[in-house]
Every structure is written in structure tokens, then in C-alpha cells.
């Protein structure tokens, strides 16, 4: 199993362009989840999806950032416009499941510097 | 929302030596207490995990103990070896048993 994927690994832009970051969990696993880690915030749930569906956004920071899964082997995660603090670690996971009975295997991350 | 609470923030040790690490947690119906190991420049990977109905669990150089009481659980590593240098964080899940909170980290740092 090549595990969750990511890409792409590096990002860099500038402030206002778009980002997109992608996502292909492991085949089979029913939910997936959107990190994003930074050394003043730590590890920050920012999304997560049950069999395709969106069931806690909660910690998306603002408009500006948006996620879907419009399959169970994909998913998005779009920022626009991208300022210079979004630079950070974003990582995906995702479990077999859908309750935490089952282990989240996180992804490389995507490591993205906004100029 | 679960709130997790996670100490020290830094811990160094010389080789051979034990590390603990522990955390707390606000939410009484969270059953379910991971810890992930994160080395630098890595993803976050799990090392061992405790559910609420057992008290401590052990996988080699590794165990955990929950006090589900005092709503607190903890890392102990044995035998610290070099290798083992890396951000540590613990992690809760909520009532709804469907997402993870995790602590703010922990990075030890193992002396030869």
C-alpha cells in the first residue's frame, strides 16, 4: 500500500495567488482529515470527511480557505487568496473508519511558503 | 469542545534513562488516547494508544497509563536511545469519537 499521498510537497507562492493542495487517502479507508501544523498553533484539525461527505469545518480559519472530496480518492484543499500566514505544514490522514475504533495514517504533508 | 493539555513542552535525557510525558484532557466522555511520534521533516506516525477501558498498556520500550478519573494520561519510554529524539504529541478524541485533539507537543531530545 503506497499509503496516504500528497501533492505537491513543496509549494511556494506569492501572497494573493491561489494554492491547491491535493490529497489521495489510502484505498479503502472512509474518512479523511485536513491538518495544518505550525510551530505557534501546533497541530490544527481544520477539516474532516466521513464516505465523501463534510462533517466538521470548524477549524477552516476563514473564507478563504475551502475543501472537497468529491470522490473517495481525492480531495482538495484550496486557498484563495493565500496570505503570508498560511505558510505552514499541511498534512492529510485518513482512517478506515469512521470513529476513532480505527488508527488516522497521516500523509509526507505539503510544506507551503507564501511570499 | 475537547481541550488537550500537553507537558513539558521540551525534555532532554541522557541515553539510557526514562522519559515521561503527560497530558490532560477537558472532555469526560473522550475514550480514546493516541500518541503519535513525529520525527524531524516527517509525518506524524503512531506509536502506541489506550482506550478508556484499560488503565495502561505496554509495547516494549513504551507504555501508557490513563487516569480517566483525573482525566490525564501519560507516555513513559525506557531505555532512551538516540533514535527516539523526536516531537511527541498525545491526543484525545471527543465525545463523538470522530476527530482528534491533540496536545501542543513535546520534543525530547535523547543525549548520547
Known amino acids: 500500500d503506497a499509503g496516504v499521498i500528497q501533492s505537491p510537497r513543496h509549494e511556494v507562492t506569492e501572497m494573493g495567488q491561489e494554492v491547491t493542495l491535493r490529497c489521495k487517502p489510502i484505498?479503502?479507508?472512509?474518512?479523511l482529515f485536513w491538518y495544518r501544523q505550525t510551530m505557534m498553533r501546533g497541530l490544527e484539525l481544520l477539516i474532516y470527511?466521513?464516505?465523501?461527505?463534510?462533517?466538521?469545518d470548524s477549524g477552516m480559519p476563514e473564507d478563504r480557505f475551502s475543501a472537497k472530496m468529491p470522490n473517495a480518492s481525492f480531495s482538495t484543499l484550496k486557498i484563495q487568496p493565500s496570505e503570508p500566514r498560511d505558510s505552514a505544514v499541511y498534512f492529510c490522514a485518513s482512517r478506515t473508519g469512521t470513529t476513532d475504533r480505527d488508527t488516522q495514517y497521516f500523509g509526507p504533508g505539503t510544506r507551503l511558503t507564501v511570499l | 469542545g475537547e481541550n488537550v493539555e500537553q507537558h513539558p513542552s521540551t525534555l532532554s535525557v541522557q541515553e539510557g534513562d526514562s522519559a515521561v510525558i503527560k497530558c490532560t484532557y477537558s472532555?469526560?466522555?473522550?475514550?480514546?488516547f493516541p500518541w503519535y511520534k513525529q520525527e524531524l521533516g516527517k509525518r506524524p506516525q503512531l506509536i502506541i494508544d489506550?482506550?478508556?477501558?484499560?488503565g495502561e498498556k505496554k509495547d516494549q520500550r513504551i507504555a501508557v497509563t490513563l487516569n480517566k478519573t483525573a482525566k490525564h494520561f501519560s507516555l513513559h519510554i525506557t531505555e532512551t536511545q538516540p533514535e527516539d529524539s523526536a516531537v511527541y504529541f498525545c491526543?484525545?478524541?471527543?465525545?463523538?469519537?470522530?476527530?482528534?485533539?491533540f496536545g501542543g507537543g513535546t520534543r525530547v531530545l535523547v543525549k548520547p
Open positions: 489506550i482506550r478508556s477501558n484499560v
Open positions: 491526543a484525545a478524541s471527543g465525545a463523538a469519537g470522530n476527530k482528534l485533539t
Open positions: 470527511f466521513n464516505n465523501n461527505v463534510p462533517i466538521d
Open positions: 484505498s479503502g479507508h472512509n474518512s
Open positions: 472532555d469526560s466522555a473522550s475514550n480514546y
